[in-house]
């Protein structure tokens, strides 16, 4: 039979290895099941095909709205997602090609995205109209499912999981880890940071390198462990903010910014050379929990809240914690990781499940539109 076409738009090309990991898995996840042709919105163009080979690329920001909306008419599906892409500056961004698309008469679907925070009248008008008008709707958090029926989603709002929870390592080299310097003869805590942003408006970056860079100190004296600092965003700022956090330790010899340029994969194969994890960044902690590494989050963000109760981890938010009371937490965690290490390994397989569920209801509903064989 003749391959679909699938549109898939999001926060791709380059910028994040989280958001590149979500792709990942739903590029492959399509491929492995239907006769597909792949186009990807995306920042970088260059970058996508390199990491991901889809037939097709689209850069809104240099293509006329003809070519977009040509691109668009040919779809069967028009995916949104997955990762936190509705929120009060960018949702109307994200939202005009679905729009776009349901006027083209194209199906639409949300992929696992998180929502929040809206509490602009026009994003919120916007998300109304664009998600009330799609075919499915998938969320990967209970917080975001409520938010969006608080604003007035009236279709069904579907809970799954995070796609990246379905991503498997890929073998680290020898070669890579010697680039790095690391001593794996000591301990290493993994931690992450991000840069304040429209996702994260109340972030104040002085608290938290603060709060961090006592952290780190803790961690290296307490544990004897070297504090590694893993950047998402290499072409934005979490590197800038890492360096900031260093910067402020006593302790600074003994902490380093990974320098390599890893894939998702390799990521987690990494992070299984972990002893602990202290991470701000979702997808840290995600990569942390397919590698059964024991964590503590800094929630700063519904994404990150949701994903800790999924967990039943309760961490309070990260405006509410203080030096004392972080050093505070990652002493008893520490003390605690065997068991927390088994209480992430038995909630990830559910996790994982749920990611599936969405490629699942995916199926069916290109099933019911481009008459697809069942399985």
Not at 49 to 55: A, D, P, T
Not at 257 to 273: A, E, H, N
Not at 293 to 302: C, K, N, Q
């Amino acid at each position: 039979m003749a391959p679909i076409h699938v549109c898939i738009s999001g926060s791709y090309g380059g910028m994040n290895l989280g958001d590149e990991a979500i792709l990942q898995s739903i590029v492959r996840q399509l491929r492995a099941d239907v006769p597909v042709e792949i186009t990807v919105f995306t920042r970088d163009g260059e970058d996508t095909q390199r990491r991901h080979g889809v037939e097709r690329i689209v850069q809104p920001r240099d293509t006329t709205r003809e070519r977009m909306r040509a691109e668009i008419d040919q779809c069967d599906l028009f995916i949104l997602g997955g990762g936190g892409l509705l929120y009060d500056r960018d949702a109307e961004r994200y939202l005009r090609d679905v729009m776009a698309a349901q006027q083209a008469g194209v199906a639409t679907m949300t992929y696992a995205i998180s929502a929040g925070p809206l509490n602009d009248p026009n994003a919120r008008r916007i998300v109304r109209r664009a998600l009330n008008g799609c075919a499915l709707l998938t969320v990967r958090d209970r917080l975001a499912q409520k938010l969006l029926e608080d604003i007035g989603i009236e279709r069904e709002v579907i809970v799954t999981a995070d796609p990246a929870l379905l991503i498997e390592p890929e073998a680290v080299d020898a070669e890579m880890l010697e680039r790095e310097g690391l001593a794996f003869q000591r301990r290493l805590v993994a931690m992450s940071v991000r840069e304040p942003g429209p996702a994260a408006p109340e972030l104040d970056p002085d608290h938290y390198h603060s709060l961090l860079a006592n952290a780190a100190d803790y961690i290296v004296d307490r544990f004897d462990a070297d504090v590694v600092f893993l950047p998402l965003e290499r072409l934005r700022q979490d590197l800038q903010h890492s360096h900031a956090v260093i910067a402020k330790m006593r302790r600074a010899d003994r902490a380093t910014v990974l320098k390599g340029d890893y894939t998702p994969g390799q990521l987690i194969d990494l992070m299984t050379r972990f002893d602990f994890a202290v991470g701000m960044r979702l997808h840290v902690l995600i990569f942390a929990a397919i590698a059964g590494v024991p964590f503590v989050a800094l929630p700063y963000a519904s994404k990150v809240r949701g994903f800790l109760e999924d967990l039943q981890m309760d961490t309070p938010p990260l405006e509410r914690v203080g030096s004392g009371q972080l050093i505070a937490l990652i002493d008893r965690a520490w003390d605690r990781r065997e068991g927390i290490r088994t209480t992430i390994q038995r909630a990830v397989p559910e996790l994982q499940a749920r990611a599936r569920k969405t490629h699942t209801l995916m199926l069916e509903l290109l099933h019911g539109r481009a008459a697809l064989p069942v399985g």
